[in-house]
Structures are given as C-alpha cells and as structure tokens.
C-alpha cells in the first residue's frame, strides 16, 4: 500500500520515530514545516504571550513550506506531531486543510510529554474529511511499527 509518512516536530521527539517508521516500512516521508521554525521562545507555553499560545488561542493557521507531490497517489497516511494543547498542533491543521483526503486511509501517532491520546483523532478529524482511522501515543520505533504494518495489511 503505497504510504506517506509526513510529520511536525519542534523538539525532535517525533521527528526520530518518523524517519525510522519510514525507513522501516518503506514509506515516503514529508516534513511537515512552519514558514517560521518555532524557536524554544515560541513554544515556552508557560508564557500566556508565547507564540504557541497566541496561535492555538487565536486559532490560527500556520504556513507550511512546500507540498507533498502527487499527493493522490498515496493511499495511506500516517501523520506525526507531538501533542500541543491535548490535540494536534495548529500547524498539522493547516497542512491537512491544503489537501483532499477523500478515499485515503488516514491515521495520526504522537508523542507527549505525558497525556494520552484522548480526543486528538476526533479534533483532528474536521480538517481531513472525517477519514482518521485511527490515532495512537507512541513511544518506541517498534510499536509504532507494528502498529503501521497492521494499518498497511488492513
Ligand atoms: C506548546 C506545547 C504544548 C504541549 N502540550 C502538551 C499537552 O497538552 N500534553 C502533553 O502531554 N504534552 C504536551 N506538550 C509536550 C510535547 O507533546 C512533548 O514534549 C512531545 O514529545 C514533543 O515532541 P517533539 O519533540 O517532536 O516536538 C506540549 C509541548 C509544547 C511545546
């Protein structure tokens, strides 16, 4: 099943689980990356003015470089991020909006730095047609490979 593996990381976490999953199943991979990288400045969310509150808050679309090519072509998607704010980062939104998922097989693992998954696949859901099957906390390249080759096979 021809897969794309496209991910954000700000801090590196999900960034290294990415490459390794596509390297592993064989998948293409996009960064998925702010017009404007976010310095620790931007995301020190303990500050009410920092850019991550201004755009989750103000509900904000963040730019992303470039595009995936021939995005059609690719029937399963796997989307990275960490978890901001108990769901996806604004800037997974924006990327998913740019997009049409219709008749994709779509699915979203992420890293935290402790919550669960919770609500982020239904939160996620509006911005790619309704079509996540499925959203997991991962937190080893292995079971994140296990879980991608079961979603390939299905
Ligand atoms: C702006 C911001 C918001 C976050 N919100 C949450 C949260 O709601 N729950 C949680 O468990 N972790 C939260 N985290 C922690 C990250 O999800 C965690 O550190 C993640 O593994 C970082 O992934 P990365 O290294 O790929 O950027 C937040 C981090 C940032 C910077």
Redesign the pocket.
Known sequence: MKTLVAYF???????KLAKELADRIGADLFVIEPERPYTAED?S?MNPMAR?NREKFGNKDVPVIGRVENFEDYELVLLGF?????AAPNVVNTFCKEYDWRGKKTAAFA?????GIGKTMEKLQPYTCGTVVDAKLVRTADELVDWAKKLQDA
């Open positions: 990381s700000a801090e590196g976490a999900t960034e995301i969310y991550c960490p978890i901001w704010y108990r890293t935290s730095g402790g919550d």
